[in-house]
């Protein structure tokens, strides 16, 4: 049975509330007017909701009137409500009107979706157990999610699971991915710098040049993985950031590098960093320079809890039909910080599949938008898994 139909009352006021979040994006822990926005709908809904969580993170609960209290577990559905610094592109009534900050990743549509079932189960309560709603600000870079359970999330809300939904464009509307455990990356930053001893370019014997040595480094760093990481494990290194020199007839003193690395695996991602470390000192001194390294780390992997991932598979397969609930894709090498969530707390996340779109574009596109048409799926999904967890 299909708890909220396209074009319900539902389904038109997830549109409104999707619409509104829109026009109003905001970036990581700012999200003042979508937190009060947020906050007013879940109390209109008639929940009580407990705010300032990572500054603008809301909670809100609803406890089950089931008669087997006594057997009843907790779990938490999370949406995200940030925006992205990226000026939007689209002519459409809804169209962002915080210039330069745009809903490109969906966020709203993932923060109506878990309005929408919140409404749906407050006025559907016959489940056994507690439900709590996270909305999490500041998944974007900033990791929104690491300071909810660094404040204490899932000590002041205990749950057996937490469960999480991004959208996917390319995959078409009516469709899941469900991974039974990577979903996606860990990602760390390096940032390199090559000391050597500038001079006159036409005169480069008396130089240490940095820019022949950073060539050469960038070439190194390739073979981490070709060589160092075995063929059936995952790694990316990428340089993407280059700065040396203001003149062509001087060599510079010093040469920059930064870029991203990404796995699934923490021995991997060590084995990566130890590379790369060795690469730097010894080419450095192989050239008469020196190197240092620094790496920052960025968002941990996001691994489904498997034989939850099975359930969330059951739950979507029961609303789209087996064939639609892809379950062999491969993972994304895109980084999340529901992640620190899943290291903090059992769960699984998946994608919902959102259609080509406008013009068939990717998350963090311009042109991107949120497919109004899922918002029925998505807060469907969420209804379903509730009431087969919580039974
Ligand atoms: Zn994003
Ligand atoms: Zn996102």
């Not at 915080?98 to 006025?123: N, R, S």
């Not at 899941?176 to 001893?197: L, S, Y």
Request: glycine share 8%; net charge negative; charged share 20%.
């Amino acid at each position: 049975m299909t708890q909220i139909s396209i074009n319900s009352e539902l389904h038109k006021k997830m549109i409104h509330w999707r619409h509104w979040l829109h026009q109003h994006p905001e970036l990581a822990f700012k999200e003042f007017s979508s937190s009060d926005y947020i906050a007013e709908v879940l109390e209109s809904l008639d929940f009580e909701v407990q705010r300032g969580w990572a500054t603008t993170g809301i909670i809100a609960t609803l406890k089950g009137t089931g008669k087997n209290a006594d057997k009843a577990k907790t779990i938490a559905l999370r949406a995200d409500i940030d925006a992205l610094p990226i000026l939007e592109k689209n002519q459409i009534p809804h169209k962002s009107l915080h210039e330069g900050v745009m809903h490109a990743c969906g966020h709203d549509g993932h923060t109506a979706m878990l309005l929408g079932a919140a409404a749906y189960l407050k006025q559907h309560d016959d489940f056994n157990g507690i439900v709590h709603f996270i909305f999490q600000p500041a998944e974007e870079g900033e990791g929104g999610a690491r300071v909810m359970v660094e404040e204490g999330l899932f000590d002041r809300f205990p749950c057996d699971a937490v469960y999480g939904m991004h959208n996917w464009p390319g995959i078409p509307a009516g469709e899941f991915v469900v991974h039974d455990q990577e979903v996606m990356a860990a990602t760390d930053t390096f940032h390199i710098t090559i000391n050597g001893k500038g001079g006159h370019a036409a005169m480069p014997n008396q130089t240490v040049d940095p820019v022949i040595i950073g060539a050469q480094l960038i070439t190194a760093l390739q073979s981490i993985v070709a060589r160092n990481i075995s063929p059936v494990e995952s790694a990316v290194v990428s340089v993407t950031v280059i700065n040396a020199g203001d003149a062509t007839n001087v060599i510079p003193d010093q040469l920059t590098l930064s870029g991203t690395m990404r796995y699934f695996d923490n021995a991997v991602g060590d084995r990566v960093k130890q590379r790369l470390q060795t690469l730097v000192d010894n080419l450095c001194k192989s050239m008469n320079a020196t190197g240092e390294t620094r790496f920052e780390l960025g968002y941990p992997a996001t691994i489904n809890t498997p034989e939850l991932a099975k359930v969330c598979a059951s739950v979507a397969q029961s609303l789209v039909g087996e064939a639609s609930v892809h379950r062999n894709n491969p993972p994304s090498m895109g980084a999340e910080d529901f992640s620190y969530m899943l290291n903090a707390s059992q769960g699984a996340y998946i994608w919902i599949g959102n259609g080509e779109g406008h013009g068939g574009c990717m998350l963090h596109n311009s042109h991107y938008d949120f497919n109004d048409d899922i918002l029925p799926l998505g807060a469907n999904y969420w209804v379903k898994l509730v009431q087969k967890i919580l039974i």
